[in-house]
């Protein structure tokens, strides 16, 4: 009998050998119904000031009349209990809590403020939100008002974001 040995090179112990150890992840969270509402009048608001006599803001820190508005979140959620606005803008280059007016009036600027504070660039406002109606109401008030004094004559627009 007659054997023919066949050669296999085996490779074996030339191959690196690795050792994999199994993981398992856990990855939980909460799905939550969506946050309040903006109210429609308030996604888009105008705030228009009456004229304003160059003369009544002759004198630093001096400001027209106050015009009251708010802004209306809708629908919150039952769980939450408060809202939060942040308020960003251009900031008046004579006083930083102001907002820089866009038109063509100088030395004059937007005072955005509530019954205590004022609210420049970069500043928050917290409300609470009502449990009954799960609305939350921002009062506000805003101003034509001058840092420096001796206000130009011409217009007035300002722009204020709000993130809730």
Partial sequence: MDFKWIVVPLFIFAMPITYANNASIKIEGRVLPAPCTVNGDTVKKTISFNQTEARSLS???TGGE??????ELDDCPAYLNYAIAT????????????????GDASNVALQLADDTTTYGDGSSMTISIDPV??????MLSARMYTPKGNVGKGTFNSVVGVNF
């Fill in 66 to 71: 106050w015009n009251k508005f708010s802004l």
């Fill in 87 to 102: 308020f960003s803008g251009t900031p008046d280059e004579d006083d930083p809590n102001m907002y820089k007016n866009n």
């Fill in 59 to 61: 004198e630093a820190g």
């Fill in 133 to 138: 109606t799960h609305k939350g109401i921002f």
